[in-house]
């Protein structure tokens, strides 16, 4: 079990040259999008892209797959998708939207998980007027999300009102809080020493990390400036105060991964066990039950642990998941864990792994032509298409 390990930037790179050099570099927005915000909360407007499928000879309304962006539920955005989801899911005449959700802390997970279970309504109600009432079919669609945004479908599969989607890729996303892997829910161990999760002031968590590395988060761990950053993800990115704290926050997180032992309460911060009010000379042992039985009704590893799911009164949706076997940021052990339970329940899965490489490996598969798509990209594309059509 790792209990708060720091990783390293090495742990990485993973054994392919061509992935390690894919990492080096801001990933890139496809061309022929159209951007709209598809819901304000708390004042903050959610932007959608929509990226309308080509011509590709196929009669009818086409389905649409989302694309729920990562970032430890903390940072990232909606802009650039996964560098195959385009491509790939254009080549069939699907069409590909994204869309942003609010951020932990100034939420908690059920405030993102609401905003992504809107955005699908929203592509049902918007998509015809925006792609072409012909074009679109708004009952035959599909949920992808990568690390963070996998944990997000995986628990909307459990949520969304009829139609189901037809089918939901998790790539590389956290199914399970309770993974021994994380250890959020272990015991916790002196916290002391450490930078602390919460403070009246922004100075304490501002000054834990230096300029150069709180750029090289909004970066994406990349060297580029922030005209370059903007460049590739078509759209303006100032590098504003918002922007920056926000870098710190994933930078803190990702200095104290695993999620537990010293730094669990950095973690179940996002949780925010404040919510969950103790008992009359109830303790910190309440409070934490009240959290895990909360952590529970979100975490889809437990979701589909529940009775409506083991006696087959719900259904879960044909699920595919992309991971590299050397992930050290979410082990594959949890998407294989994840995906037996499915098959017991009699949910048809595909798992494809690619060995030796790490968390975000895929960004190397921007085209057909790279080495190793037709092993561990176009069997997830096929799985898709095969529940699509049905």
């Known amino acids: 079990m790792l209990i708060g390990r720091v990783i390293t930037p090495d742990e990485f790179k993973g054994k392919r040259a061509d992935v390690a050099e894919s990492l080096s570099r801001a990933r890139r927005a496809p061309d022929g999008f159209t951007d709209h915000v598809f819901k304000t909360e708390h004042g903050v407007e959610l932007g959608a892209r929509v990226w309308p499928a080509p011509d590709v000879g196929s009669s009818g309304p086409r389905p649409f797959v989302t694309w729920t962006h990562g970032g430890a539920f903390v940072g990232g955005n909606h802009y650039a998708p996964l560098s195959w989801l385009v491509p790939g899911f254009h080549a069939l005449g699907y069409h590909v939207v994204s869309n942003a959700y609010r951020l932990c802390p100034q939420v908690d997970l059920e405030g993102s998980i609401e905003d992504c279970i809107d955005f699908v309504a929203w592509c049902r109600r918007e998509l015809p007027t925006i792609i072409g009432q012909d074009r679109v079919d708004v009952d035959r669609y599909v949920i992808t999300g990568e690390s963070g945004g996998g944990f997000m479908v995986t628990n909307m599969a459990t949520r969304l009102p009829a139609p189901a989607p037809r089918a939901v890729v998790d790539v590389y996303g956290l199914v399970d809080l309770f993974d021994p892997y994380n250890g959020l829910f272990e015991a916790v161990i002196d916290q002391t020493a450490y930078p602390a999760w919460g403070s009246d002031t922004n100075e304490p968590l501002q000054q834990e990390f230096s300029e150069e590395r709180l750029l090289a988060v909004i970066r994406g761990t990349v060297l580029e400036g922030e005209a370059q950053i903007a460049a590739a993800l078509k759209t303006p990115f100032p590098f504003t105060e918002r922007v920056r704290l926000q870098a710190a926050i994933h930078a803190y997180l990702s200095s104290v991964w695993p999620m537990g032992g010293r730094h669990r ?23 934490d039950v009240k959290v895990q039985a909360f952590a529970r009704t979100v975490s889809p590893m437990q979701i589909i642990d529940t009775e409506p799911y083991t006696s087959g009164t719900k259904t879960y949706p044909p699920t595919a998941f992309l991971h590299g076997s050397a992930d050290v940021a979410v082990p594959v052990s949890s998407t294989e864990r994840f995906a037996a339970k499915l098959r017991a329940l009699g949910v048809e899965t595909l798992v494809s792994i690619e060995p030796g490489e790490p968390h975000v490996f895929d960004q190397v598969y921007t085209n057909t032509s790279v080495p190793g798509w037709y092993d561990y990209i176009q069997p997830v594309i096929d799985f898709v298409a095969r529940h699509v059509e049905k």
């Open 265 to 287: 309460s950095a973690y179940t911060a996002l949780l925010h066990p404040e919510r969950f009010a103790r008992g009359p000379g109830g303790g910190d042992d309440e409070q």
